[in-house]
């Protein structure tokens, strides 16, 4: 089992990953293996200290090499479970691999592209985050999948192949989504909400509202509270102590995904301190069952 | 009147002044102009997000690099005394200058070179950390000066000048003090406690114990429960809120002060957050002083 499992390949994930490197503690870093989307699509960046090179595809590779460097690498992947138990977190990936650990660190932003009211409540009951996962549970049915950016637009062409009927929605500009299939619909209206009973019925856009079997929001990030049962959250973000400890035993959050500002130096600093939790955490834990042992030995 | 002063210029000094800059606040950075001294010191840095370049003095570089670049300058001078008024924030530097500003960051970092036991209870009586500032009322008389790092060996000479006894105890590699006068004793012997009465009369070394009239502490950073009157501190450290802000209204910390771990990434996302806070902070107060003014515009 590894020591740590980091959610989210974002400038929180891969600075927790840096440090925990430098302290040999074991992990595994699931996310984009090109990092996060938010990475790179900065024009200019001013105030991360020591960067002086300007653009975002600049910081980007520089990220990228130094992680080269260090031999770490970014396993693909998305988080659609995170389960804490007494001893270790378990984390359910769109993969449908699920990867144990003794700590975790929520690095996985604030989705802002996608959002809808009610997304929460039918999660898992006619809303997903995954065409791998969920997909085939919709054949031959009504899929409306909407899109945070042109990333997903691989996953709308499996949810298109799956579906009798299929509209699209991209959230973003320069769509190059072609339809293959001539009931199929493409429209850019904003989701506003999902409405049902047990299930997801309908989706409801600005100018629309269309009944589907399947609503499949893509995005980036996901809402927390969504995956991470018990979680404590303020809104859209995790709740943390000064040292990134979460309200769940041996999982800690940094970045984006614990509140504003949504900063680059921010990020960076979090998920150096929720890595020096873990480690202290992991040391803690050790001694905790080193002293139970020795203490389960002397009893008669 | 400034904005904000920015106590510091170690890399959450840095970073606050980034973002300040790129937000439209008007600042003053108060330092080192040759940047803190513990930057450019780390050997090989692997852990800070984005740097690949590896020394310490490259990133000293690169940091220097960035402020010429956004129009940034440190001011030299070294925070002695932090007074934090109903609406405004005073500093007092070695230079014996004041700075008047709106609010305040501290990023003075934690003073690890010298540090003794009574040095709180006898600043000010008979313990000093500036030699511009309080050498001359020891002319003819008795100084100790223990010194962090060979960057304060002109302030030794400018003390030795003023002894009437002069003791000079470098607590670091390769000193290149030379001694004037005859008199003058150079050892390097770890203080460990500052004894007396009303005033320090004695400096306690491991293997031997000084009187003196004067005892200088010549460090990059001073314990700010010192220097700032009424600041909440654990220990060596300032305690903040998640924004970074302290106890005192208009005063936020950033980087090694607030507490470990002392590590550039941490630092750096610190020193953001406090700014994103202070620019909050100030457009609160002027909002406020708006309200304050139109309430009283309407009164009879």
Chains 1, 2 share one sequence.
Not at 181 to 203: H, M, N, P, Q, Y
Not at 233 to 260: E, P, Q, W, Y
Request: proline content about 2%; hydrophobic content about 40%; aromatic content about 8%.
């Amino acid at each position: 089992m590894t020591d740590c499992v980091i959610i989210g390949s974002g400038m929180a994930g891969i600075s927790a990953a840096l440090t925990l490197k430098a302290q040999g503690v074991s992990f595994l870093l699931i996310g984009n293996p090109d990092l996060s989307m938010k990475i790179g699509k900065a024009e200019k960046i001013t105030n991360y200290p020591a960067f002086c090179e300007g653009s975002g595809e600049a910081l980007r590779n520089l990220l990228k090499r130094q992680l080269r460097e260090n031999g770490i690498e970014v396993k693909a992947g998305r988080a659609v479970g995170v389960y804490a138990g007494k001893n270790f977190v378990s984390v359910q990936t769109d993969r449908d691999e699920w990867i144990e650990a003794k700590s975790a660190i929520l690095a996985c932003g604030v989705g802002t592209a996608v959002q809808a009211e009610g997304e929460s409540e039918f999660l898992g009951r006619g809303v997903s985050y995954c065409a791998t996962c969920d997909g085939a549970l919709y054949k031959g049915k009504t899929i409306v999948a909407a899109a945070g950016s042109s990333a997903f637009e691989k996953e709308a062409e499996m949810l298109e192949n799956f579906a009798g009927k299929f509209y699209f929605v991209p959230l973003y500009k320069n769509c190059t989504f072609q339809p293959k299939k001539s009931g199929t619909e493409i429209f850019t209206d904003g989701l506003v909400r999902i409405e049902g009973g047990l299930r997801a019925e309908r989706a409801v856009f600005k100018n629309r509202t269309v009944t589907a079997d399947g609503i499949f929001l893509l995005k980036d990030s996901v809402p927390l509270s969504a995956v991470c049962g018990g979680l404590k959250t303020d809104g859209r973000h995790v709740i943390t102590d000064r040292s990134m400890h979460t309200n769940l035993k041996g999982v800690f959050a940094a970045g984006d995904c614990t509140g504003r500002p949504y900063q680059y130096a921010k990020a960076a600093g979090e998920g150096n301190v929720a890595a020096h939790s873990v480690t202290e955490y992991l040391r803690d834990s050790e001694h905790g069952e080193a002293k139970v042992a020795a203490e389960s030995e002397k009893m008669p």
